[in-house]
């Protein structure tokens, strides 16, 4: 799977009406609970990686499926989480979809089954070689691709009205 999800950024309109400065609100509309926000675009636009991949996080933390992403609207930009965090989000959905525990996992590739759980937190970076062990005990391979980079830049203009 890739995991690289459509995001939305907007200009807060009433933070302008109220204060008379910019401010951005974005969101992942595929993933529960992926909202950030910023003064500028670049601020928000620093944040959205990380954004995505705390909130796929909380999927992996409640043992649930992560969502599929879906394709963007016009007005939405691409953002792709690291691949040191792909290789984890790779490793607990092919966990779950063959119904592999942590310790038939650490069984598999020869560690403790705290280590192998440990292998799909992404707040404890796993180390890619054991990431891709775990795959390869799973039949599947990392795969890993450049894309050009895509830049957000506002389709309006961001002026307050006078």
């Known amino acids: 799977m890739r995991y690289v999800f459509p995001c939305a950024v907007e200009l807060d309109e009433e933070h302008l009406r109220d204060t008379g400065q910019e401010g951005y609100n974005a969101s992942f509309p595929d993933v529960h609970g992926a909202h950030t926000c910023g003064d500028t675009v670049q601020e928000v636009s620093d944040r959205l990686q990380d954004c995505l991949e705390v909130a796929l996080g909380g999927y992996l933390r409640d043992g649930e499926d992560l969502p599929e992403p879906s394709d963007p609207e016009p007005d939405q930009v691409l953002v792709a989480v690291s691949p040191a965090v792909a290789?984890?989000?790779?490793?607990?959905?092919?966990?779950l979809a063959n119904g592999v525990t942590a310790a038939e996992l650490a069984r598999r590739i020869g560690l403790r089954p705290s280590h192998a759980k440990r292998l799909t937190d992404i707040y404890r970076p796993a180390k890619p070689d054991e990431v891709e062990r775990a795959l390869a005990a799973l039949g599947l391979q990392m795969v890993s691709e450049a894309t050009p980079l895509e830049q957000w830049t506002p389709s309006h203009d961001p002026a307050p009205a006078r």
């Open 87 to 95: 290789g984890q989000f790779a490793l607990h959905e092919a966990m």
